[in-house]
């Protein structure tokens, strides 16, 4: 039987992350269940409107931690992972008290962890009746879950991630982590895995400028040639889709190497929100004081959703698929929401 994967958050669904539920042969499991959003872009704080797909995300979330038997975190960044003192736009680990009966067995990176990384762990660890902290390559005692590494995390190589195998040899999904398509030294172990369906991080275009950028993106576009000829698809997210250029890089490749290589919102065919990327434009349409959320003593457990899940919904089913909007076209579509939105309540406002 083939895996299925389902992406539940990354960032052309909204939120920063790369959480996954895979299933196999009646197992449900989840990778990297964090959900982030940019504290500070362009000086400006996340949007409600990006709350509120934050809010979505985690609810996905909890509502996948019910039914899983495995839960794998490939390293502790706070994207990654629900945390203790998760700011209101992260996933807490007080939110998942109670969600499952059964508590799912834990499988994390563990190598070479910074002082704040170390008191992740011992949180996530009390969470947990059973669990494998992992320190270099392993796999369950089914051979349903391998993990291997560590890795370095991208350009970042100071961090070190574990990348993961659900599925047996063949038949599996491999979730790449935060390699960033600059880690060559993946290809290998997903050769020897045989995956139907890769997901992984792309290259921060955001943070790369002059030959270094070039360098950088000659090498990943080497790495994601490599891995579309190993697997039936190739999803690639997160850092690269914090900036339009991006996932412009990204379809660039893709119509090169073919369909096989999409943005994690392609495959679950939705449209691309990559709203780290438009935060400047959301707060010129939508406008709010950037501490918005301070002011309202917000809590991250459906406030946003309750005042922008109009928007939300409007952004899902009224947005062109497979393209990555930007600019003036992306500034008039969300200022034509804003003003029907205007209306809208103006019009229900008449009516109380």
């Given amino acids: 039987m083939k895996p299925r994967l389902k992406v539940l958050g990354a960032e052309t669904l909204g939120v920063r992350g790369l959480a996954c539920l895979v299933s196999v042969r009646g197992r449900e499991v989840l990778v990297d269940p964090g959900v982030a959003l940019g504290f500070s872009r362009h000086g400006l704080r996340p949007h409600p409107i990006q709350a509120a797909f934050a809010e ?22 706070g994207d990654h992972l629900p945390l203790r003192d998760a700011n209101p736009f992260q996933l807490s680990l007080e939110s998942l008290n109670g969600v499952a009966g059964n508590t799912p067995t834990l499988w994390v990176g563990a190598s070479g962890l910074s002082r704040r990384e170390e008191g992740r762990l011992e949180e996530l660890v009390k969470v947990f009746r059973r669990g494998n902290l992992v320190g270099g390559e392993t796999e369950s005692p089914d051979g349903l879950i391998g993990l291997a590494g560590p890795y370095s995390h991208g350009l970042s190589g100071g961090s070190k991630v ?57 090498r990943a576009e080497g790495v994601l040639r490599r891995l579309a000829g190993l697997a039936d698809y190739v999803i690639v997210d997160h850092h690269v889709a914090r900036s339009i250029d991006g996932l412009e890089w990204l379809d660039r490749v893709r119509r090169e190497v073919g369909e096989r290589v999409m943005c994690a919102a392609d495959y679950e065919g939705l449209p691309r929100l990559p709203l780290e990327a438009w ?8 406008p ?14 459906g406030e946003a959703m309750e005042e922008y899940g109009d928007v939300a919904y409007a952004l ?28 809208t309540r103006e019009h229900l406002k008449g009516l109380t």
Avoid: M
């Avoid at 935060?279 to 939508?286: G, I, V």
């Avoid at 301070?294 to 991250?300: A, D, F, N, T």
């Avoid at 579509?333 to 029907?340: F, G, H, P, Q, T």
């Fill in 56 to 77: 979505a995300v985690k609810a996905v979330i909890r509502r996948a931690w019910g039914v899983v038997s495995d839960v794998v975190v490939t390293h502790l960044h």
């Fill in 162 to 218: 574990f990348i993961v195998r659900v599925g047996w040899p063949g038949e599996c999904v491999a979730h790449l982590s935060d390699t960033q398509l600059l880690v060559e030294g993946v290809i290998s172990k997903v050769r020897e895995w045989g995956p139907r369906l890769i997901i992984t991080d792309g290259p921060p275009t955001y943070r790369l400028f002059g030959n270094a950028r070039e360098a950088a993106l000659r």
């Fill in 279 to 286: 935060r400047r434009e959301l707060y010129e349409a939508f």
């Fill in 288 to 301: 709010e004081p950037n501490e918005w959320f301070v002011l309202r003593e917000y809590r991250g457990v």
């Fill in 316 to 343: 899902l089913k009224g947005l062109p698929l497979g393209r990555t909007l930007g600019g003036e076209e992306l500034l008039g579509i969300l200022r034509e929401l804003a003003e029907e939105r205007a209306l």
